[in-house]
């Protein structure tokens, strides 16, 4: 009987026992509010039981968060209505661990400060200690103010300090006016930040992101990464950052590549390591697995160096500071990262104490009827918990092994070089040399399939833009609002791929302002894809030859096209690196932004040069009907002289509003070119402007302008100006031209010949077996 008796004393026992662990945990989980907005010595804020203090309007909450899902723990003050807007944080530079260890408390010296369970201060107010008969609180105001006040032994109130005060304060400008009151400090007064800086405010961007305030779209995404919450990125909301596109790739450097953005400053601790050069400290980071980002400092005056090592979550991001790092990120690397607790380890954890406790509860009783029943009930709603995360978590890897075999495949496929000479852009993309790893390869960033599709809306027919020779241009719109241009090239253009190589490899070279931008690629099995910065106004074509939309084209305007165009030219030739020959100069080919502004575009037909080489030939004649110089034309001979003659055609037909290839006036002049030839035998030139003009333009400047346009198409391309003397001549009023020579030669139909009739028969023949005609690509970006 004792036998039994001791029994069922066990039972009660490890069922009071459970219950009480049960309770315990169940209750700590619950957030806890101090009910006041006073924080005093005797009453701390502990981040483990969930404590918080609340403003006494209820506005305003200061307590503890974790930031997206790196684990880092943060203590500052939000709105209660508004939990995602964070207007101060204590710790933004040395966030706490993942164990819910913080207490933010009035230490015993009178200061403000936050300490982690190792008794490392990780923030405090560092004002002076506190007198021994003083009295000190720290109140938090509606405002979201934290003032930190002493109360002397004659009653007098003197302020001490205030998180308005603070640099880690954002967007107060707003606050202040809405409570209509102003603070003093001890320290000086308050200076409002500019509310339109975004990028004040802390991670604004989330992890991963870049914010940026200058640019129309102030985030942005590092290299590498995507949005988590792409829908949201397209309403504003930033604030679940970023993710990894690719997968770790540990124990195989040369997959891991580095893209360095200037100007940076990370809020996430970094460590300093001395370092003697930039590939030392590019070592450092490789070796280690969890490394983000390096930056390297050389100091000249010491002839030290120093590293800077980010091997946690990159926090709080911002681009275009001017005491900012030049920071290179990886872009494919681990991604051993920790996460913020979730509310499914919690309910894993509370049901299996629950179960575990009702079972021995259970086993002390009778467990008949009712009792049966809720244990039957437990044990299914755990295997189901079980089965559904067993089966997200089976989903998750095989969706994570096949981006895995996605990228392989896509590594294989590519394999660009670094351009350094006419013959290396011509090589076949080869397997196993992609050149992410070289510092000297191309940083172009490569962009998801997916995020591209959902863009454009799976290409569909309302984005299509235009349709030509390579492939189908499609606008799209990127998370947080970006517009885009997409080039779908063609997969049976052989055209197509050789223009797919020579625009990613020479396009991420050159900037410019009078050229195209390439924003980034994507090839996915047969699908090639160019990403561009969207032009609104489409291209040049779109207005000059059309007799409505050509209105909108002043003489003004028209004036700073060709010169846009010239300067762009001039940098291609002349200001650039390398030596680049368009080959492809036309008025399709020119994109135009929102002010008009002319942008050149499609470098798939460019020839690149270096050193004092200036011309080549080729015996495969690729360009469009029109545009091409005799010497390329008819002996596949290039050079920048080449552009010089494109350039002259598309000159006329900005001033004619004509078409090269379309034109007909008489039997005579079927062409632009050879109606403005004859205008300038006749002595009337100037009645070759656009006739929508009516009058209001400059005559004089018409003249120059057509004079240097039939310089640039004569015969011989040693009489042919450069683009420099071009660009010299458009900005100079008082520029001397020599008279131009007859052109080289005139389209006539459907065949080129001279301006010489006896060699017409001769040349036709040869024209007709080199030539190779391309249409133009008529779509906006």
Sequence with gaps: ????????????????????????????????????????????????????????????????????????????????KDPHTVIWVANRDSPLPNDESGIFSLKDDGNLGLSSKDGVTHWSTK?????????????????????????????????????????????LSRMLKQENFKLTSLNGPYEQPDP????????????????????????????????RQPNNWRQGDFSQGCERTSLPSHGKPNQNTFEELKFIKIGTKNKEIESTSLTQCKEECLRNCRCQAYSYNHNRSTATGRCLIWSHVLSDVQEGIKDGYNVSFRVSSGNHLLHCKTSSSFLCTYFGLLALGTLLICAGSSCT??????????????????????????????????????REAILKHLAFHHISSENRINLEIISDQFAEHNEEGINVPFMDMEIILESTNYFSD?????????????????????????????????????????????????????????????????????????????????????????????????????LGIARGMLYLHEDSRLIVIHRDLKASNILLDEEMNPKISDFGLARIFEGKQTAGCTDRVIGT???????????????????????????????????????????????????????????????????????????????????????????????????????????????????????AFLIHGDSFFEASSSQVSSMSGQVSSMLEISNSLHYGR
Excluded at 685 to 700: D, I, K, Q, R, S
């Design 1 to 80: 009987m004792s036998k039994y008796r001791e029994t069922d004393d066990l039972h009660m026992l490890l069922q009071k026992f459970f219950l009480c662990i049960c309770l315990r945990f169940f209750l700590l989980k619950i957030p806890f509010s101090h009910g006041t907005d006073t924080l005093t010595v005797s009453v701390p804020i502990s981040d483990y039981i969930g404590a918080t203090l609340v403003s006494s309007g209820g506005r305003s909450v200061l307590g503890f968060f974790c930031q997206g899902t790196s684990g880092n723990r943060y203590a500052g003050i939000w709105y209660l």
């Design 127 to 171: 004002v002076k200690a506190a007198d021994v008969n003083s009295n000190r609180t720290a109140k938090l105001l509606d405002s979201g103010n934290l003032v930190l006040s002493e109360i002397s032994q004659g009653g007098e109130l003197t302020l001490l300090w205030q998180s308005f005060d603070d640099p880690s304060h954002m967007d």
């Design 196 to 227: 339109s800086d975004l990028c004040n405010h802390f991670n604004s961007c989330g992890e991963y992101g870049v914010c940026n305030s200058q640019q129309k779209t102030i985030c942005r995404c590092l290299p590498g990464f995507k949005p």
């Design 369 to 406: 009827g009712k009792h049966h029943y809720i244990i039957y009930l437990v044990v299914v709603g755990i295997l189901a918990l079980v089965i559904t995360v067993g089966c997200r978590v089976y989903v998750w890897r095989k969706l994570a092994r096949e981006r895995v075999a996605k």
């Design 462 to 562: 309302e984005n299509k833009l235009g349709q030509g020779g390579f492939g189908s241009v499609y606008k799209g719109k990127f998370p947080g609002g970006q517009e885009i241009a997409v080039k779908r090239l063609s997969s049976s253009s052989v055209q197509g791929f050789e223009q797919f190589k020579t625009e990613v490899l020479l396009i991420a070279q050159l900037q410019h302002r009078n050229l195209v931008r390439l924003l980034g690629y994507c090839t996915n099995q047969e699908e090639k894809l160019l990403i561009y910065e969207y032009m609104p106004n489409k291209s040049l074509d779109f207005f000059i030859f059309d007799p409505k939309r050509c209105l909108r084209l002043s003489w003004e305007t028209r004036m700073r096209i060709i």
């Design 625 to 743: 009907y029109g545009y091409m110089s005799p010497e390329y034309a008819l002996e596949g001979s290039f050079s920048t002289k080449s552009d010089v003659f494109s350039f002259g055609i598309v000159v006329l037909e900005i001033i004619s509003g004509k078409r090269n290839t379309g034109f007909i006036q008489t039997k005579i002049a079927r062409n632009v070119l050879t109606y403005a030839w004859r205008l300038w035998i006749e002595g009337n030139a100037v009645n070759l402007v656009e006739p929508m003009l009516e009058g209001n333009f400059n005559g004089e400047e018409a003249v120059k302008c057509i004079k240097l346009a039939l310089l640039c198409v004569q015969n011989d391309p040693q009489d042919r100006p450069t683009m420099s003397n071009i660009v010299s001549t458009l900005n100079n009023e008082n520029a001397t031209l020599p008279d131009p020579k007859q052109p």
